[in-house]
């Protein structure tokens, strides 16, 4: 059968990364998606005379996932390498598929590591397509079912073999608990994202165990480094909480002394049995040249199902800071994994009732709920992706508040800066309106469901409408309603500096800092670095942004983290050590975010080499703030003033939440024309009381 042409549309679709090597394997696959009705993007659809770079990133970025065809001919292929950056550093989700035993190099070895492949070369064509189809599925969503009638028997066939595997009384448990879901969902839907796993399924809980760590090569030298690991571990698991906003949702870390007994060799159904946890976390050390590997996996002790593993390396120059390091993240992650599991099993058991539209819906959000974890843990996952699955739930059942929510959350963010403004604006109140009128249309009415529309109205108010009156009444009850949630601090801090008033600023950020912020703890060290480095405090912003990058080692939040963290050192005159974060960052995104450093880049002395990125650059809302930055560090105002107006009428985050303080705009602020700027700026926001009677103040000193 001959290959349809790579598609090309609107609707969701897979990236196939392969080497052309290997093409007879793969054109098996690309003829089984296309007798399916999955869309599939490959390169041989690029048109005559298209520019491949652009063409091969838009496709990429787009996509709903990559699935990568790993063999020893694409680890060595640049063309395949590139494209498996692009998606780790753009947060698509990668599918590796094995095509043979291949030994990875060092930097695919570092991006794939975590993430579950499908050895094709090894199964079956039966169990591999069985797989690679739910695979798909848990990317793709119900989406994926539609249409195909042979892979829904498929589906039926494994759902029926694996059910009747069951313990009657389990079965039993899991009609139940699906009628529970429908329940939860529609008497208050925020409580189904935050606490659902735990609540309604007694046998899916979080509680983890981290067994002692092995000394893979029994070498005497590492004996106390992999004792004192261990316990880093222990430790920081028990203060990790994956909840977003510092709620309790059921994490449990056995108490260090139950598992440590239970020794390095316990099965995993000795965790199970003797520690009542659910989840064992197992690591082993091994001796390198010039430093240590650490190997490290998490694992369901009900099933033996491996839910995530990583192999860190590190130098031996500091080994107890880099005991604490590995420790952290470790925790962080398997936090963040182990919540993402929870979704992943509660879509399961939605899976036998996914004829009802109902349950079809809900399994749709489950899934969504799962993307949404690992985006914002900064695991990978795709707001593209996100938005579709939730838009299919809502298609399923337009009567789920959760939904609009979620959507809401996710456009006020303008799709992680991809939607123009006005669309924005549009899609998030029309979401949040929907919720609204669900709210007042239920009974009995939840309160938890009313704080969420308050959350998610409080921070469109303030990103897309510059209401920070209405954002500070949504916000404040939000704090009263959740007072450990860091984030409502995070954004009376955020209006604060809008405002221009330091003191509130500097107080709100102190007591967010000290509360948790769960799996979005990198999100708020980049966020607390930027207004630190917009009030000018350099050090305190290199601290924090230092914390974030002990809990994110790759992707986009990486990056921006280390450019943050160099920009506090260029602040702070600590110039070599701003350079070699900027070198390190460069070659995560440099290629796809240039503009993000050219004012960091100018601040190096690197002059000419900025004026080459400017002139590939036209001002237009995406750049402007970049550009405005850069025009004023070069000292051409004219230019700057005319970019900063447009990145201001676009509402742009990092222009609006620097401009009264930041020292960069400095040549701005002691310019005539910055008066009417603020005018501007005026003429567009709402302030709150407090900003009133700031400017009172300031007005009778002028007098």
């Known amino acids: 059968m001959a290959l349809a042409p790579a598609y090309k549309g609107n609707d969701a679709y897979v990236f196939v990364s392969y080497s052309h090597v290997d093409s007879a394997l793969v054109a098996e696959d690309l003829a089984w998606f296309q007798e399916h009705n999955l869309n599939v993007w490959y390169d041989e659809g690029i048109e005559g005379g ?44 990668i599918l590796p598929v094995l095509l043979s035993e291949t030994e990875l190099p060092t930097g695919l070895d570092l991006t794939l590591s975590d993430r579950q492949a499908i050895h094709r070369y090894s199964q079956s064509d039966h169990d591999y397509r069985t797989k690679l189809h739910s695979r798909l599925l848990s990317y793709l969503g119900s989406e994926f079912e539609s249409g195909q009638p042979e892979i829904r028997q498929l589906e039926a066939d494994v759902s029926e073999s694996a059910a009747a595997q069951l313990p009657r009384s389990k079965a039993k448990n899991l009609s139940i608990a699906a009628l529970a879901v429908a329940v939860a969902i529609g008497a208050a839907s925020y409580y189904l994202f935050v606490f659902l796993p735990q609540t309604l399924f007694p046998g899916i809980e979080m509680s983890v165990a981290v067994l002692p760590f092995e000394n893979t090569n029994h070498d005497p030298e590492l004996e106390s480094f992999v004792t004192s690991l261990s316990e880093a571990t222990v430790r920081h698991m028990a203060d990790a909480q994956p909840c977003m906003g510092g709620e309790d949702c059921g994490f449990r870390a056995i108490p260090r002394r139950e598992s440590f007994n ?15 946890a659910n989840f064992a976390v197992t690591g082993g050390v091994i001796k390198l040249d010039e430093g240590v590997q650490v190997n490290v996996e998490l694992s369901r002790t009900t099933d033996g199902f491996l839910v995530w593993s990583r192999a860190y390396q590190g ?59 690992l985006i914002r843990s900064g695991e990978g996952g795709s707001w593209q992706v996100f938005e579709r699955l939730t838009k299919l739930a809502l298609e399923e059942d337009p009567n789920i508040g959760f939904p609009n929510l979620m959507l809401a959350n996710a456009y006020w963010q303008r799709l992680n800066e991809s939607m123009a403004l006005e669309d924005a604006r549009r899609e998030t109140f029309a979401a949040l309106s929907l919720a ?8 009995p009415k939840s309160a938890i469901f009313l704080n969420s529309i308050r959350w998610q109205r409080g921070q469109a108010y303030i990103r897309l409408e510059l209401d920070y009156r209405q954002g500070k009444e949504d916000l404040q009850q939000v704090m009263d309603f959740t007072p450990l949630n860091m984030w409502p601090y995070y954004w009376m801090a955020n209006i604060a500096l809008r405002e221009g008033r330091r003191q509130a600023v500097t107080e709100y950020l102190s007591q967010a800092s000290k509360l948790q912020g769960g799996i979005q703890q990198p999100v708020f060290h980049i966020v607390e670095g930027m207004s630190l480095l917009a009030l000018g405090e350099y050090e305190r912003a290199v601290e924090s942004t230092r914390k974030g990058l002990k809990l994110s080692l790759e ?16 602040g702070a005159n600590r110039f070599d050590e701003a350079r070699e974060l900027l070198d390190e960052a460069w070659k995560m995104d440099g290629d796809t975010n240039a503009k993000a450093y050219m004012r960091l880049l100018y601040a190096d002395g690197q002059h000419e080499r900025v004026r080459d990125l400017m002139a590939q650059l036209t001002l237009e809302p995406a750049t402007a703030g970049y550009m405005a930055e850069t025009y004023t560090a070069m000292g051409d105002l004219d230019r700057a003033f005319e970019a900063i107006e447009v990145a201001v009428i ?29 005018d501007l700026i005026d003429s567009m926001s709402t302030y709150t009381d407090e900003y009133q009677v700031a400017r009172d103040k300031e007005a009778a000193k002028v007098l």
């Open 650 to 678: 676009d509402r742009d985050y990092r222009v609006l939440d620097s401009l009264r303080f930041a020292d960069w705009w400095i040549p701005v602020r002691d310019d005539p024309r910055y008066t009417a700027l603020l």
């Open 262 to 276: 239970l020794g390095a060799n316990a099965s995993l159904s000795e965790v199970h049995d003797q520690l009542n």
């Open 436 to 443: 609204e009128r669900l709210y007042e249309d239920s009974e």
């Open 50 to 93: 298209t520019e491949w770079r652009e063409e091969i990133a838009r496709a990429l970025k787009n996509a709903s996932l990559v699935l990568f065809y790993v063999s020893e001919n694409s680890v060595v292929s640049e063309n395949c390498r590139k494209e498996v950056n692009l998606a780790d550093l753009s947060k698509v989700p």
């Open 555 to 570: 992707g986009s939040e990486r990056a921006e983290l280390l450019r943050l963290s160099a920009a506090g050192l260029q």
């Open 315 to 373: 130098s031996l120059t500091n080994p107890a800071e880099l005991q604490n390091d590995f420790a952290l993240h470790i925790s962080h992650l398997v936090a963040a994994r182990v919540w993402h599991d929870r979704f992943a099993q509660l879509q399961e058991t939605l899976k036998p009732y996914n004829t009802f539209g109902m349950y079809k819906g809900m399994r749709n959000m489950v899934i969504a709920m799962g993307e949404f974890v």
